[in-house]
């Protein structure tokens, strides 16, 4: 019997981080103030914990062929930038262009000099 109450008390220790992590991180909440969560949550762990997992954790709505990114439609890194990656390729193409127009002037060069 103690283990089981050991391992509801692991459970509800879990639940009460999880929610404050969740409440504290969350752009928007649902039904009250994060203020109000969060007190919920520490001076009812349990409940609160439950509570704000039902009815305060906002729930997006997965929009049909639109990016999930947690801002919005902005990119969290450049690498998940399409137009970014797309700039990158093309300045890197005109310098490897530059690079190599370069290097067979000097070629040349070289060779009428020999």
């Known amino acids: 019997m103690v283990r089981v109450f050991i391992f509801l008390a692991a459970v509800q220790l879990v639940l009460f981080v999880l929610a404050l992590i ?10 009250a103030p ?4 969060v007190l919920l949550i520490v001076l009812v762990p349990l409940l609160g914990a439950i ?8 729930v997006a709505a997965p929009r049909e062929g639109a990016p999930t990114h947690r801002s ?16 990158m ?10 690079t190599l127009a370069q290097w067979e002037k000097e070629f040349k060069k070289r060779d009428e000099s020999e």
Not at 22 to 31: E, M, P, W
Not at 89 to 98: A, L, P, T, W
């Open 22 to 31: 969740s409440v504290l991180s969350a752009d928007r909440v649902r039904n």
């Open 34 to 37: 994060r203020a109000v969560w």
């Open 51 to 58: 509570a704000y997992f039902l009815w305060g954790r906002p």
């Open 72 to 87: 919005g439609s902005r990119p969290s890194s450049p690498d998940d930038d399409p137009d970014f990656l797309r700039r």
């Open 89 to 98: 390729d093309n300045e890197q193409s005109r310098r490897d262009r530059e």
